[in-house]
């Protein structure tokens, strides 16, 4: 397949539709109107600001005193425990909701109003949404972490096919039975 991606998008999905393959379509593509276009990603409302997830980081943003400086604020990730202190009050204090890389983790502050916590995931496969940040706190709506989990669905899905663009041999692609090959290049055709 040759031209942009956003023609090969279209032509491998055209395949998909020929070859019956709806149900993967479906995934990629369903309800993706309620998802926030410009930010990529489905953020979920806190006290504080709010938090969001990818297939590898999750995110947390503290809306802080405009002047607030990052002398004035302790973050600390020990383990799975995360604490946030930002000028002597407590904002979190708690079990994480997922394995994490715990030195792979982040705090910056941003035009002083901002307190960006940037945490990565030890499962970046995709297949575990957190339905919350901290165990049993700034849990996720149930609308929000169906958002969630189809969003991050949609983005391993681009992933893991990201390869599939660029091959013609849809025996490499899927490993399927001999009929259901015959069936699929007859109808690709």
Same mark, same amino acid.
């Given at each position: 397949?040759?031209g942009?991606?956003?023609?090969?998008?279209?032509?491998?999905?055209s395949?998909?539709?020929?070859?019956?393959?709806?149900?993967?379509?479906?995934?990629c593509?369903?309800?993706?109107?309620?998802?926030?276009?410009?930010?990529?990603?489905?953020?979920?409302?806190?006290p504080?600001?709010?938090?969001?997830?990818?297939?590898?980081?999750?995110?947390?943003?503290?809306?802080?005193?405009p002047g607030t400086?990052?002398?004035?604020?302790?973050? &600390? #990730?020990?383990?799975k425990?995360l !604490?946030?202190?930002? =000028?002597?009050?407590?904002?979190m204090?708690g079990? @994480?909701?997922?394995?994490v890389?715990?030195?792979?983790?982040?705090w910056?502050?941003?035009?002083? &109003? #901002?307190?960006r916590?940037?945490? !990565?995931?030890?499962? =970046?496969?995709?297949r575990?949404?957190w339905?919350s @940040?901290?165990?049993?706190?700034?849990?996720a709506?149930?609308?929000?972490?169906?958002?969630?989990e &189809?969003?991050?669905?949609?983005?391993?899905?681009?992933?893991?096919?990201?390869?599939i663009?660029?091959?013609?041999?849809?025996?490499?692609i899927?490993k399927?039975?001999?009929?259901?090959?015959?069936a699929?290049g007859? &109808?690709?055709?």
């Open positions: 397949l040759s942009s991606p956003a023609l090969r998008r279209d032509n491998f999905a395949r998909l539709k020929r070859a019956n393959c709806s149900f993967i379509l479906n995934l593509v369903a309800d993706m109107g309620d998802f926030d276009e410009k930010s990529g990603v489905i953020d979920c409302k806190t504080w600001g709010c938090w969001y997830q990818t297939l590898d980081e999750v995110v947390a943003e503290v809306n802080l005193e400086k990052a002398k004035e604020i302790k973050c &600390k #990730l020990t383990g425990k !604490t946030t202190v930002v =000028r002597g009050q407590e904002l204090n079990i @994480l909701a997922g394995n890389v715990t030195d792979d983790f982040i910056t502050v941003e035009d002083h &109003k #901002l307190l916590i940037v945490i !990565t995931k030890s499962d =970046r496969t995709g575990s949404c339905p @940040l901290l165990e049993g706190q700034y849990q709506d149930p609308v929000v972490y169906d958002n969630m &189809k969003k991050m669905t949609l983005e391993r899905v681009q992933r893991e096919t990201q390869g663009e660029n091959t013609t041999s849809w025996e490499q899927w399927w039975d001999d009929a259901t090959r015959k699929i007859t &109808k690709l055709e």
